[in-house]
């Protein structure tokens, strides 16, 4: 009897464990078992295509190949044997197996990513060798510009950490490439698409058994930028070695047609799965080719910042265009003295001579009867000191210093000399790349801000400000800007075009406090050259800005990049309008660009071009 | 000899019914184990095979049946004899199979001695045990297990095969105890036992093979090295505790077919039955056994002699104990130990062994009636 007993509550206790694993843990162990069963394969969506704006593809989508292990056939898999297939060291290879295996029973090892598409091929030639090896195939990017517009279109990388928690990355598996950076960044949700995924039954090697239900991925939108590709390639070869920006806009919608900063990168390292070591190179570059120069550096503006000068002066009544003012090569004030470029001196002059000659104390003259908060005024309306609203980047905003900002941020009274310093773009204030071109297109277009657009504009938009500006002034302006390329004396005088009628203005922003001549500096003492500039003069078509840092003279160093710039887009128009419409007028160079001639006579100006 | 008219009135229709019940379940459990996961695959025979051992299992069963156990008692010497020359065959002979020597090789198919062994060894225990007097001393303790109980025992740990070795000693220490012990006796098994654990845990474990070092590693520990001998029991346990309480239902079961579980239609063919019968399937199978068990101990109390009584009490625990052991390790509350689950597991020497064994039940039960004659 009692062994019957014994025998009844041995058969309690399995029935106790019973119940505890079926019932108790029941759901848990139903879970395992479905992934032991179900598969879910990711099936990657072709990313959006990045076109120009004329409709040349910028990007490939190319396929982004991992190998990886199915953990329950290890027992299965020669290890020796594998490591010489995907060729990867035998010791890293037992060592990562052995770590993930601690981690996850069911989850595949990734053992190898970023496969050529010929290595693949070799190693589905041995896949019957290793049951359970899979290849998953992923969706990267080959830019096909390489370096060029990297800062713009940008790139693809894994996600971090932080980005793996947000929930815009919710439905993005975490191994998956997401935009990174520029546009591929800004607009990666539409670019991206939707994955698809195939729900698999599985045995136990890791062999499809079964097609339970499938979801084919949703294409990504294709984005049509702003940008042309022709402007933005010659612009970033006339800089051949040097660093700095370029930013072209159209004048009449915002649409950004360049975008420089050199030196740029290779955004394909990215898409194929940066080594740390090329990531160090890059991190550790001197030269900075992940600072995205256009946005995220700010310089002084030198005499391009004249234009607002004569602006402000002229719409305040300060000086009309037959204010006149005498150049000895400076001018006195207190103990100082503030020397004009040109220290042999300009003579007489009017406002439009002072401009094509870039004549400092005109504009020491100017700004003294305008006073440094009028003109801090006009350069704020004009974009100066205001960010791009880009989101590209955290930018720099820039400086326009005036009276208020000198007592609140300096405890400090505003001093005369300082805005002399100011009227000529010198001193406190600092613009960046970007900045330069908005102003510059508004000037062109009559005094319109619109915002900055980096996609291709369906329509004309509406400007979403006009600046307080009469259509005089600005004309008056414009006229001495062509005079500044065209014009006998002009500084400007290299970036004239027999293409296309260019107007511009030149810039010198001293890097230090010295005047010296450029010879006796180091390299990053010299001064940043800078050159704004639109075309044609007639009808604006182009409004770009060109910062060369330590380029020394703006007229020598920025002008003739302009120059390349504004005849590879007038070319590039030509190009993309020959096949629907006859040739539109700004391909004609305009009439005034015939009247100036003699570029011989270009005299001593040659050196020193301000 | 005479067919007794009685013999099929006192016929025992409940043991032979339980006991065909649960071999017919089991071959439906090893058609679903080994099927094809993919529609219009390959079936293995496994199901058909096991099927003509049931047949033949079950002619066995009645030739056993309707010969008087007492020829079991007189033979029982030489049979011991011949399960140990079997035993002898097999450690010089014998098929390695899943790291152990257990097989032998008989033309077209091979066999288990070790299973055809317990069945010689309870029947010899037996007899030796009923012609002794009175409750076991001390020396007849000791002469019992010298003399019939450790040679097996170190030949089958030989093969190695733990788990029969481990059954043997139960059933020796389960029919001793039911001729009943005196004080004497018990206070030396305490004793050794509380000398020799670490001896012995000691020696056999310098003495055990790899793979059984790493089942009992695994069964301390399962999730240590979960890819290795721990996937066994967890995968064992994923199926059986995914059946819930009314399974996926038969042939909807996916942990045997698509090969996660191993030995999925031998060993762990339980596990099989509960993923696609849940735990009121698994219930009902423990109930079915329970009565198997608890009729075969009805038997030996209503036994006419001490012999059948005996016996009937050895195959009972036998039973019980391949039950509680097998079943403990698909529940992972037992080391992997390799033992099968009696009618239900795949493989004919165990079958064949087990409905003798049942009919030997059948027989002590169904003869209780009968007289010396």
Not at chain 1, 91 to 113: A, C, F, G, H, V
Not at chain 1, 310 to 318: K, L
Not at chain 1, 414 to 441: K, R
Not at chain 2, 32 to 60: D, F
Request: proline residues 4%; contains cysteine.
């Amino acid at each position: 009897m009692l062994a019957g007993y014994l025998i009844v509550a041995l058969f309690f206790i399995l029935a106790i464990r019973l119940w505890q694993l079926q019932i108790l843990q029941g759901s848990e162990y139903r879970k395992l078992s479905e992934e032991n069963r179900l598969r879910i394969i990711r099936i990657a969506a072709p990313r959006g295509i990045i076109y120009d704006r004329n409709s040349i593809a910028l990007v490939k989508n190319t396929p982004y190949y991992t190998v990886s292990l199915n953990p329950q056939a290890l027992g299965r898999v020669d290890i020796p044997y594998l490591a010489e297939l995907l060729k990867i060291d035998r010791d890293y290879l037992t060592e990562k197996i052995n770590e993930q295996q601690k981690r996850s029973l069911y989850e595949p090892i990734r053992l190898r990513e970023g496969l050529s598409a010929k290595e693949i091929a070799l190693i589905e030639a041995r896949r019957s060798d290793f049951p359970g090896l899979a290849i998953e195939v992923d969706v990267s990017r080959d830019y096909l510009f390489g370096s060029v517009g990297a800062h713009l279109i940008g790139y693809l990388g894994k996600p971090n950490e932080f980005q793996s928690r947000n929930p815009d990355f919710r439905d993005v598996p975490s191994d998956a490439f997401i935009g990174q950076w520029g546009i591929e960044r800004l607009f990666d949700r539409q670019l991206r698409g939707t994955p698809g995924e195939r729900i698999i039954e599985v045995d136990a090697l890791g062999r499809e058994l079964r097609l339970l239900r499938e979801k084919s991925a949703v294409r990504g939108e294709d984005m049509r930028l702003a940008m042309d590709i022709h402007l933005q390639k010659e612009a970033e070869e006339s800089f051949g070695e040097k660093t700095g920006a370029l930013v072209a806009m159209k004048p009449d919608s915002g649409e950004i047609l360049a975008f420089v900063s050199k030196p740029s990168f290779d955004p394909n390292l990215f898409a194929r799965g940066i080594k740390y070591r090329q990531w160090e190179e890059l991190n550790q570059n001197r030269k900075l080719p992940l600072l995205n120069r256009a946005l995220q550096s700010q310089y002084p503006p030198g005499s391009t910042f004249k234009i607002v000068t004569a602006i402000a002066a002229m719409e305040e009544g300060a000086i009309d265009t037959d204010t006149k003012a005498t150049c000895n090569g400076g001018i006195a004030y207190g103990r100082w003295h503030f020397g004009c470029w040109r220290k042999t001196g300009h003579g007489t002059l009017s406002l439009h001579r002072a401009l094509v000659e870039s004549c400092d104390v005109y504009f020491y003259e100017a700004g003294k009867k305008l006073g440094i908060d009028k003109l801090a005024s006009y350069a704020k309306e004009l974009g100066l000191g205001r960010e791009s609203g880009l989101e590209m980047v955290r930018e720099r905003r820039g400086l326009i210093p005036d009276t208020k900002w000198k007592q609140e941020k300096r405890k400090q009274p505003w001093y005369l000399g300082e805005t002399f310093n100011a009227a000529i773009g010198q001193g406190y204030v600092a613009v960046t790349p970007f900045q330069m071109a908005q102003m510059m297109s508004t000037v062109a277009n009559g005094g319109y801000i619109y915002r900055p657009s980096l996609l291709m504009l369906g329509s004309k938009p509406e400007p979403i400000e006009k600046v307080n500006i009469k259509q005089e002034t600005l004309d008056i302006v414009k006229k001495a800007l062509f005079g500044v390329v065209n014009e006998n004396g002009g500084t400007g005088w290299s970036a004239k075009s027999s293409m296309v009628s260019i107007c511009g203005k030149t810039g010198t922003a001293q890097v230090v406090g010295l005047r010296k001549e450029s010879k006796y500096l180091t390299e990053m003492q010299r001064d940043h050259a800078w050159f704004v500039a639109f075309a044609p003069y007639e009808a604006p078509e182009v409004a770009l800005s060109v910062m060369v840092e330590h380029g020394g003279h703006g007229g020598a160093a920025a002008a003739p990049i302009a120059k390349r710039a504004i005849e590879a887009y007038m070319k590039s128009g030509i190009q993309a309008a020959g096949a629907s419409q006859s040739m539109s007028p700004r391909t004609v160079p305009g009439s005034i660009g015939q009247n100036v001639q003699s570029a011989e006579d270009r005299n001593e100006n040659r050196q020193t071009s301000h | 000899m005479r067919i007794d008219r009685r013999l099929i009135k006192n016929f025992d229709w409940i043991s032979f019914s339980l006991v065909t019940l649960l071999s017919v379940m089991g071959i439906m459990t090893i058609y679903s184990a080994t099927r094809s996961p993919l529609p219009g695959g390959e079936m293995p025979s496994y199901y058909i095979k096991q099927l003509y051992w049931l047949l033949l299992s079950v002619a066995a069963m009645i030739a056993i049946v309707s010969f008087d156990y007492i020829w079991l008692k007189r033979f029982s010497y030489v049979l011991y004899g011949v399960g140990i020359f079997l035993l002898l065959l097999v450690l010089f002979h014998g098929r390695t199979g899943m790291g152990a020597q257990r097989w032998l090789n008989i033309g077209i198919f091979s066999f288990q001695p070790s299973e055809v062994f317990k069945l010689f060894y309870v029947i010899t225990i037996s007899r030796y045990l009923s012609e002794t007097q009175g409750k076991v001393g001390l020396i007849s303790l000791l002469k019992t297990f010298f003399l019939l109980a450790f040679v097996p025992v170190v030949m089958v740990i030989k093969q190695p095969d733990l788990g029969t070795a481990v059954i043997l000693l139960l059933v020796l220490l389960s029919l001793i105890s039911t001729k009943g012990f005196q004080k004497k006796a018990i206070a030396l098994i305490i004793l050794i036992s509380l000398v020799s654990v670490p001896f012995i845990g000691n020696i056999m474990w310098e003495g055990l093979k790899d793979y059984q070092k790493n089942r009992l590693v695994a069964f301390l520990e399962p999730e240590v090295d979960p890819a290795g001998i721990g996937y066994h029991i967890n995968q064992s346990k994923v199926a059986i505790g995914s059946g819930n309480f009314i399974g996926k239902g038969y042939l909807k079961g996916t942990q045997g077919p698509f090969r996660f579980l191993p030995e999925k239609h031998t060993d762990f063919i339980f596990a099989v039955f509960a993923e696609e019968w849940g735990f009121a399937g698994s219930a009902v199978l423990l109930l079915l056994y329970l009565s198997l068990i608890l009729r075969g101990l009805d038997t030996a109390r209503k036994a006419k002699d001490e012999f059948g009584s005996l016996l009937a009490t050895g195959i009972s625990f036998m039973f019980t104990i391949y039950f509680f052991i097998n079943i403990g390790m698909t529940l992972g509350i037992m080391p992997v130990v390799g033992v099968p689950l009696p009618f239900m597991s795949y493989g004919g020497t165990s079958l064949l062994a087990n409905f003798v064994a049942a009919g030997i039940l059948i027989s002590v039960r169904t003869r209780r009636f009968e007289l010396f004659y």
